[in-house]
């Protein structure tokens, strides 16, 4: 008998408490279908957390997270919560989970649905069946770095933070995208700022021997600057690029835009033995929430990943993914990405609506 997996469900703040529960009617559905046994736990991660507890991430919250074999997140912050101190605002809870559970590799995907090549802020020709995975070192660098804070000097405040990684981080995390790479297009291009940080230099040397066990992956390198620049230039000369947690941060958000929309970006979050947490790339988008405006589709495409990547159950991935694809070529959109198409008829849906369509269209796959 398949053992059943627990799926901790953390829809947390703004139109995180909208997207969540369509998604998992999703994954509910499929996984009825493709006989994949789960069982859900909820908890509170964010602001709402600390509004009811007073800690972003409440130990209740971690505790399940860490006996689940995945978390489906929703999105955390929201002005009310920005003039809390650092430590204590939503994203500590989003970061503290990536830390606990050893979250050290986040996958974004940026794939370009055809129906939406008229969506994107470039020219079609140029995102035209594009698809790029970026891989993001997600437990290190700049956001963890010690020593960090703000101090007075000279009667002046100074902020201060610490980039910092070590051998191993650089080496597990190429490893992951030089594997990746090699179910793909066999291209990796790897991205630093190693023309002038020591810390790049390091990443540079690392994921180059990394690179010689992988003699049928090609790697190149690329500073930061650059990348960004040849990402709205020239997008499909990439295929798998792997940087660290800050620009990865960055480069994910510009890759986001090739695609039309940040409401369409997935990401996974992974550890070494598979756990993984899965979340929409987009935030909390306080000024449409509780409007049934929200696209929900990063978060469906999240839960797709959750199944190819931590649940071994990549025909149920493949069924989302084909599904929302019929969705979109039946012109059904959210307002983020109702451009108007010459080659379909927009038909403007709100969160739950895009939702059951989904659902529908997995109902009618052969």
């Known amino acids: 008998m398949t053992e059943t997996k627990e799926i901790l469900v953390l829809p947390g703040d703004g139109i995180g408490t909208e997207v969540v529960p369509v998604a998992r009617e999703v994954m509910e559905s499929v996984a009825r279908r493709y006989d994949v046994p789960l069982r859900f736990t909820e908890g509170l991660v964010g602001g709402i957390a600390i509004d009811q507890t007073g800690n972003p991430l409440p130990g209740e919250t971690l505790a399940k997270a860490v006996e689940a074999r995945a978390v489906l997140l929703g999105a955390?912050?929201?002005?009310?919560?920005?003039?809390?101190?650092?430590?204590?605002?939503?994203?500590?809870?989003?970061?503290?989970?990536?830390?606990?559970?050893?979250?050290?590799?986040?996958?974004?995907?940026?794939?370009?649905?055809?129906?939406?090549?008229?969506?994107?802020?470039?020219?079609?020709?140029?995102?035209?069946?594009?698809?790029?995975?970026?891989?993001?070192?997600?437990?290190?660098?700049i956001y963890f770095g010690e020593p960090r804070g703000i101090e007075t000097v000279d009667n002046e405040r100074r902020g201060f933070n610490t980039y910092v990684y070590s051998e191993h981080e650089i080496d597990r995390i190429a490893r992951v995208a030089f594997d990746l790479a090699r179910k793909r297009g066999g291209r990796l291009c790897s991205v630093d700022k190693a023309n002038v940080l020591e810390v790049t230099q390091l990443w540079r040397e690392v994921v180059t021997r990394v690179g010689g066990d992988y003699p049928d992956v090609a790697l190149s390198h690329m500073y930061v600057d650059n990348a960004g620049m040849q990402l709205v230039r020239e997008p499909k000369q990439f295929d798998v690029m792997v940087t660290g947690n800050m620009f990865g941060d960055i480069l994910s958000d510009v890759a986001a835009m090739l695609t039309g929309s940040l409401g369409m970006l997935p990401s996974a979050s992974l550890a070494a033995?598979?756990?993984?947490?899965?979340?929409?790339?987009?935030?909390?988008?306080?000024?449409?929430?509780?409007?049934?405006?929200?696209?929900?589709?990063?978060?469906?495409?999240?839960?797709?990943?959750?199944?190819?990547?931590?649940?071994?159950?990549?025909?149920?991935?493949?069924?989302?993914?084909?599904?929302?694809?019929?969705?979109?070529?039946?012109?059904?959109r959210t307002g983020d990405i109702a451009r108007a198409s010459a080659d379909v008829e927009v038909r403007l849906v709100g969160t739950r609506e895009m939702g059951d369509q989904v659902h529908k269209a997995l109902e009618e796959l052969p």
């Open 76 to 141: 955390v912050g929201g002005p009310k919560w920005d003039d809390l101190p650092t430590l204590q605002r939503p994203e500590r809870g989003l970061l503290g989970l990536r830390s606990e559970l050893a979250l050290f590799a986040n996958l974004r995907p940026a794939l370009l649905f055809a129906p939406l090549a008229a969506a994107s802020s470039l020219k079609p020709e140029l995102v035209a069946d594009l698809d790029i995975l970026i891989v993001r070192e997600l437990t290190g660098g």
């Open 273 to 332: 033995d598979g756990k993984g947490l899965y979340e929409p790339v987009h935030g909390s988008a306080p000024d449409i929430a509780g409007q049934d405006k929200a696209n929900p589709l990063a978060t469906i495409l999240s839960v797709a990943m959750m199944f190819r990547y931590s649940l071994d159950a990549p025909a149920a991935a493949d069924a989302i993914e084909a599904a929302v694809n019929a969705v979109l070529d039946a012109g059904y």
